[in-house]
């Protein structure tokens, strides 16, 4: 593999000028290009950016020093990271966000939990809040702001800080390219759209990441570059994931995956909703951290899990089981009858949660292996494959879950719940692991 460093354009649909630190430039020839060049900070233009103490997020992960006042503009997931990390290491911190609730996008009992704790930590927080006017001085950065409701007073007028850093969120680099010049569409704000093979609309230059829209997150950039170089490489794949995990790296952490319950509502789909507090698990009480909860958001009438959150410590660790469970159509009940490990955070998906004419999880269960069991009688043995599992296939009601209807060894706390929902091996994304993989060995004659 070759690297090279320096600032590419295009100059053609087979042709990049890039511009090296040293000034000078060289041509660089492709058959294929897969486009991954990201996004950068959003720079509000009534802040002195010429001024170091004015940060983007980028700049705050840099520092050599703690500042011992902080003012976060913009209460979204990474204006809160920071603010939690800063806060721990010792800086005042005041977050002002323009929205009525911290975090917009997720639901707002799910941040409560955060929210409280940065109140106890001291962290001071202005919602319906914006910054009107910044100034640099020698005292520090002194903004004033004004109130998102118009003709009302803000409760904070102004203040001086020794650093501000403006969060306020990330604008694709699509424009930066020249990608016009070969013939890829870029849009008025700098994306590049895509298909689900990730080709923009010249087949042989692809783009992944940021840049070709939201969500802005690390893993989905991965997944679709894994994607974009195995079709590049003439494999027939595309994009099936049904939903993306959005995790905060806050404390407590906060994530969640598929369809929110405010998103819910405003679609006018038929939902139950359950719950589970922490306080009732005996992991998160003995290490001191009740103050999470979990929550699973189901259709009414399929009970199939169609969103989940979680607000807790490994909050983020923990919701790919849910993802899971969403990709693998897995109902509210697989879940409550999957036995998970005690005593661990994960086994709050232990409880069931109730729901208007409900199916017992146990019957369904039983229905499902005994359908199982009458398919799998007449599936023809998959050659070559021997399957030495973690924990045992039949499942606890009868019946056999170990092998699909194609003779494929097939199984949600991962893949234990994989065996129950009958999860065809890789079905939890194109290209993924199988979902067997945590709790089973595989070998092949």
Request: glycine residues 12%; proline residues 6%; aromatic residues 4%.
């Amino acid at each position: 593999m070759r690297t090279v460093q320096g600032v590419a354009k295009f100059v053609s649909p087979n042709e990049l000028e890039i511009a090296g630190s040293d000034g000078k430039t060289q041509l660089l020839r492709f058959e294929q290009c897969i486009i991954a060049a990201g996004s950068q900070a959003v720079k509000l233009p009534n802040f002195p950016w010429d001024d170091a103490r004015v940060m983007d997020s980028t700049d705050a992960l840099q520092l050599a020093d703690v500042p011992k006042s902080l003012l976060v503009v913009g209460g979204g997931i990474i204006g809160l990271e920071m603010a939690t990390v800063y806060r721990a290491l010792g800086a005042e911190v005041t977050v002002v966000e323009f929205m009525d609730q911290l975090m917009p996008g997720a639901d707002k009992d799910m941040v409560k939990p955060l929210a409280d704790r940065l109140k106890k930590q001291g962290v001071i927080v202005h919602l319906k809040t914006k910054a009107a006017k910044v100034e640099a001085s020698k005292k520090g950065i002194t903004v004033s702001f004004e109130s998102a409701t118009e003709g009302a007073k803000p409760e904070l007028e102004s203040g001086t800080w020794d650093r501000v850093l403006v969060a306020v969120g990330r604008s694709p680099n699509g424009g930066k390219l020249d990608a016009g010049k070969a013939g890829v569409q870029v849009t008025d704000r700098g994306f590049i759209p895509v298909d689900r093979q990730m080709r923009t609309n010249v087949p042989h230059i692809f783009a992944i990441g940021d840049l070709v829209g939201q969500p802005m997150l690390a893993h989905k950039a991965t997944h679709e570059g894994k994607l974009a170089a195995e079709v590049a490489a003439g494999e027939k794949k595309e994009w099936v994931a049904r939903v993306i995990p959005s995790v905060a790296y806050t404390d407590p952490e906060i994530a969640w995956v598929g369809v929110t319950e405010t998103e819910a509502k405003a679609k006018g789909l038929k939902i139950g909703v359950g719950k589970f507090p922490w306080v009732a698990s005996a992991r998160a009480v003995g290490i001191g951290r009740g103050e999470g909860f979990t929550k699973l958001i189901f259709d009414e009438h399929t009970h199939r899990i169609i969103g989940a959150g979680i607000t807790g410590v490994h909050a983020g660790d923990l919701i790919s089981e849910l993802a899971l469970a969403i990709e693998m159509g897995a109902e509210a009940g697989d879940i409550g009858a999957t036995i998970h490990p005690h005593p661990t955070l994960a086994r709050r998906w232990r409880w069931r949660p109730r729901c208007t004419k409900a199916r017992s999880p146990i019957s369904t269960s039983r229905r499902r292996n005994k359908r199982a069991a009458v398919a799998d009688s007449k599936a023809p043995a998959s050659p070559g494959l021997s399957l030495c599992a973690a924990a045992p296939l039949r499942p606890p009601h009868g019946g056999v879950a170990g092998f699909g209807r194609d003779g494929v060894p097939r199984g949600v706390q991962g893949a234990a719940g994989a065996m129950r929902a009958g999860a065809p091996m890789g079905a939890a994304g194109s290209g993924r692991n199988p979902p067997w993989l945590a709790a089973a060995t595989v070998i092949w004659r």
